[in-house]
Nanobody, 114 residues
Framework: VQLVESGGGLVRPGGSLRLSCTAS????????MSWYRQAPEKERELVAI????????NYADSVKARFTISRDDAKNTVYLQMNSVKPEDTAVYYC????????WGKGTLVTVSS
């Protein structure tokens, strides 16, 4: 299993960013995917989940109506569109697969600051 997150960076409050996570080593389309984040000195938290084929989607209350999770099974990639970002969204963002719940990629850092 390999998950490679990308797309992080510095963004101003109110701005947008799209994160990508490209997967390999398993049958991507068959498994649910999720995004987590870990802010400095805080525990890792679930941000969004999407089932196989995208039939079920859910979000943490803190990001509802601002973030959108999606997947492209042809590209083995899951996305997180982040809109109207806030300083409290600053964190390292990780994607995760239901195929192997013990595996964590390196993550991608998102910093929201003016």
């Amino acid at each position: 299993v390999q998950l490679v997150e990308s797309g992080g960076g510095l963004v101003r409050p109110g701005g947008s960013l799209r994160l990508s996570c490209t997967a390999s080593g398993f049958a991507f389309s068959r498994y649910g995917m999720s995004w987590y984040r870990q802010a400095p000195e805080k525990e890792r938290e679930l941000v969004a989940i999407i089932s196989s084929a995208g039939a079920y989607i859910n979000y943490a209350d803190s990001v509802k109506a601002r973030f959108t999770i999606s997947r492209d099974d042809a590209k083995n990639t899951v996305y997180l569109q982040m809109n109207s970002v806030k300083p409290e969204d600053t964190a390292v963002y990780y994607c995760k697969t239901n195929y192997d719940m013990n595996y964590w990629g390196k993550g991608t850092l998102v910093t929201v600051s003016s």
